[in-house]
DNA sequence: CATGAATGAGGTTTCATTCAT
DNA sequence: AATGAATGAAACCTCATTCAT
């Protein structure tokens, strides 16, 4: 290569890929779109991923990733009250809402581009949100366990439903040009929310 | 035409291509796709509408307009206390179910489909979703102003949450083969929610 | 359509690919060779055929099958001496000969273009050769078994041997400028080969 | 290079160059299959052939080679009667045969990848095939000149069809995982085919 | 109104070849 | 000599749209 290594190219793509994605869709996302805006050729591209889907399955996969190591992390069955309860819900907030804060392309990307791709990747984006809503029904469940919840909540359902309001929030956090503030209200609000609907 | 009149043959074409458009996606439904189905010949297609575009617009519209009728139904001045808000909240959401149940195709279009679609009709959506909030911050308003909800709630906030709440109960009901059942458990839920976590 | 017809036209986009593969190979020829050559658009082409694989499958199938008709026509247990198998000979020399005079693309389409195709037609195209040599076989059987000819021969590989002199034959013919006067020449020669030799 | 020097190196691509194209036809075949087969870069190719249609030329080249000195060094003059005429014919049929059991690639390259290529190799091939429809009508002359064959036979057609024969042969051989036995049962075909069917 | 043949802009992808290191 | 990133010509193919009948 020369100036900036190929890991580093490879890396260019990606990022303008991603903004593209973000943007526009797949569908109107072109190749040159990617390779003008670096400033190199389309062949270049092919080098460093074998099609245009390739590159899009990529970035998601990524994606997926960076959203499971945070449900990995936590521990569901940490909290002993409503009051560590709380501070987990919020620090569990502040994790996810920073990963997406950090990179403002990944919700447009996760939550309206990918519903769009092929069977594969649809499926897999399925299976994040089928895993967050289990991951959020443990947390449930184990209040209830120690009965800082109330017994007769409809986990399954409330699992969702926090996961629509997170999702809402999310939403409103990438249209908003000081997220960090809005954040804090967000995580007041569904901690709230959840603590006060359910116990 | 013969047969069934022009009227019923647009009505026909608007049928296929929304059953295209929710199945498929913009660019994945061709006009072939609806000519083929109804088994006319591409060109029949464009007495009816301009273009591509303009049927996809038009679907969209019928759907937005569809449902800014139900909020404009309602009044949320109303309820005068915790049960008659309740029993509103109950009326509300068992129409607005029922009018996705019934067409169960509006619920791709709208949620996925249109978020795809040229700079115009997403504005469109995206004033839909806003409408939906201000018309929910308005309930939160009156239920504050007669005390039976907190004083202290933050209602621009929480009128989103609620909208995705209502969200995810959609995409749940258009995923299960007896949506009607799940309605009952999901208004339960969301009234409960409403009600409990901000009274 | 308008002036031509369809069929006509598809006709023409046949005969000008079956030449530009004669002439020039699968690879070699363009989509736009037909279609420059014919004065239409490339997308016309799209229209009558799949694609490039599609046409030249097309085209070596309609060839397999004029040459088994000729095999199905005739009957190898039909004449009862040598005078009468002579003849039998010479008719089916004929018929064969006539059909590549004819359609002096047939040659080079079936016997080199076709072996680069994809394996489906190469299989085909083998099929047709292993076909010929069967049928050449039961004539060579039927000659042994009325005894006007050798019973030690190896029918096999004569088959083989007789469709190898056929084949240059063809090339033969295929370039010169009078066939039809050489091709006098030609089954004279193959007739005696046969029967001189194996008998 | 290092290890092996650069003419080994030659060599090296030249074989993989030639089982790739025996196998895979002259388009199919891609500087990278070579190169990575070999473990070495694009670059390295290139500094051992100009290009690729000159390596795949260079190929044919030694084939061509190869087989017109097996012509050379035969005499077609050496038989003084049918008995040494027959050895002469078993003696060359081996020679030939050998030469294609040996490289079994050869067949394949010779006799369907060069058919496609440019016009220039393509003619040195039809030259190499009239040289051995010339070198076997000499042989046919001189059976004439002494008596040992037909005075009325079609030298030039008759040596044709003995080169058909004998690349129906080839190809046979070609395909059967025995050739040594099977080239016997072809040497004896042969040349009772054409002693028997000349004179 | 209906038809459907024709169009061609516009995109994706391949791969031989170059050249600076 | 060897490397391999970059190039870009060149091909394939799709499909919305037009328009003459």
Redesign the interface.
């Given at each position: 290569m020369g100036e900036k290594g190929t890991a580093a190219r490879r890396l260019d793509i990606i990022h303008t890929a991603r903004d593209s994605f973000a943007e526009k869709?797949y569908?109107e996302t072109k190749i040159s779109d990617i390779t003008k805006h670096l400033g190199i050729s389309h062949g270049t591209f092919y080098n460093y991923f074998k099609n245009k889907s390739d590159i899009f399955t990529h970035i998601i996969k990524i994606y997926i990733k960076k959203l499971e190591e945070i449900f990995l992390k936590e521990n569901p069955g940490l909290s002993n009250n409503a009051i560590e309860f709380r501070n987990q819900l919020i620090r569990l907030g502040n994790e996810l809402f920073d990963v997406f804060i950090e990179d403002q392309k990944m919700y447009d990307i996760l939550f309206?581009r990918a519903?769009?791709a092929g069977l594969e990747i649809k499926k897999e984006v399925t299976k994040l949100f089928k895993t967050a809503d289990l991951f959020v029904e443990k947390y449930l469940a184990h209040g209830v366990n120690k009965k800082f919840l109330r017994s007769s909540i409809?986990a399954s359902?409330?699992a969702?439903?926090i996961?629509?309001?997170?999702?809402?929030?999310l939403?409103?956090l990438m249209e908003n040009d000081a997220p960090l503030q809005l954040k804090e209200?967000?995580i007041?609000?569904?901690s709230?929310?959840?603590i006060?609907?359910?116990s």
């Open positions: 869709n569908h309206y519903r769009i409809d359902l409330n969702k439903a996961r629509g309001m997170t999702t809402v929030a939403e409103d209200r967000w007041l609000l569904l709230n929310f959840i006060d609907g359910l």
